[in-house]
Each structure stands twice: as C-alpha cells, then as structure tokens.
C-alpha cells in the first residue's frame, strides 16, 4: 500500500491529533460544498479524493515531526514485510483507499494515517526514507 502519515512525539499528541483531524474534515466538508449539485457521484468522490489527500498534505507539512513532512507525509510503498511498526502497518491494512484512520499508537509515537493507493502485496514494496523512523517494538 502507498500511504501518508502525519507523526507527532508529544505525550498530548492524541488531542492533537483529533484537532488536526477535525481540521482536515472541515476543509473536505468546505470543498464538497462548492461541488455543483449536478455532479456525478464518480465526481463527487474524486473531488474527496482530492480535497482528502491535499488537506492532509498541508496537515502534515505544517504539523509532522517526521523528515517525510517535506513529502507531506508520503511514506510510499510498504506492506507487513518492510519491517514497520506492525501496529501501524495493521491500521494501514485496514483503511480503505482515501480513508483517515483514527489515531494510531505505536512506541511513544502517535499517528494519523491516511491510504492513497494499494497494490498486491506480492508486489515490491519500497519505502521512502523516513518510514524506518516508525520504530518496531
């Protein structure tokens, strides 16, 4: 899978989180207002999509304290066998594509996770650099 994150240290960082997540919302919600009422549902859910994954970019760049906020959060392609936290791998199975997870707990860290894209995990699995900084217990 191909995902974003959006990675705080602090110990209030659930609280933070949540804020953070009720911004994104709101900036989908606002988006989707301006929508023409005639669009097609296909439309409507690319412009989700869309207003999704910049919302949460912007979160990230502004928010992060993980080197992949300089990529918005990109962590690229991982899945169970990259050697990532499996608590957040787990979390990122379990979203749908262009779906926010709630937050996410791993060692001392705390995450916003959002899906972009997957493929067969079959498939080679590359990570950016960054990712090995989700530690494993």
């Excluded at 705080?8 to 989707?32: A, C, H, P, Q, Y």
């Excluded at 409507?44 to 959060?73: I, M, V, W």
């Excluded at 990532?84 to 707990?105: C, G, H, I, N, Q």
Aim: neutral net charge; charged residues 30%; proline residues 7%.
């Amino acid at each position: 899978m191909r995902a974003c994150h959006i990675h705080l240290k602090s110990d209030d960082g659930v609280v933070l989180l949540g804020t953070i997540r009720r911004w994104i919302d709101r900036r989908v919600d606002e988006g989707m207002a301006k929508l023409s009422p005639d669009a097609t549902p296909l439309e409507r859910e690319k412009a989700r999509a869309r207003l999704l994954e910049d919302a949460f970019a912007t979160a990230a760049r502004q928010n992060s304290e993980c080197p992949s906020k300089e990529r918005e959060g990109d962590l690229g392609w991982f899945g169970r066998s990259t050697g990532v936290d499996p608590t957040f791998t787990e979390a990122a199975l379990a979203l749908k594509p262009f779906e926010v997870s709630a937050v996410v707990r791993t060692l001392r860290v705390f995450h916003l996770i959002l899906v972009v894209d997957r493929k067969d995990e079959r498939q080679d699995a590359t990570p950016l650099p960054g990712l090995d900084r989700i530690p494993s217990p």
